[in-house]
């Protein structure tokens, strides 16, 4: 499963057409931080990971988390749960 900017995509076909049909054709990452740790399922490893992306040619970097989950399967792992999202700029005139 893949959440991408609060929607839920679920299975490889699905997650292949969303990332593909992105309005973009150039992205470049540059991670920050990089945390991981064990999950509470066996052999698994929960990873947290921030940065910013620079997307074809715009000049003002977009930031990034991004959180996945890594299953261990024999001697190879697998993404069983990825979350990303765009962190925006917080807003000066909060309503809160």
Do not use: C, W
């Amino acid at each position: 499963m893949l959440t991408f900017e609060q929607a839920q995509i679920l299975g490889a076909p699905a997650i292949v057409e969303k990332l593909t049909s992105l309005p973009f054709t150039k992205v470049r990452h540059n991670v920050s931080t990089i945390d991981a740790q064990p999950s509470v399922s066996r052999g698994a490893i929960i990873v947290s990971v921030t940065g910013y992306l620079l997307v074809d040619d715009e000049p003002n970097p977009l930031s990034f988390s991004q959180v996945f989950q890594l299953v261990n399967e024999g001697t190879t792992y697998y993404v069983a749960y990825q979350d990303d999202r765009r962190v925006l700029p917080a807003s000066t005139t909060s309503s809160v």
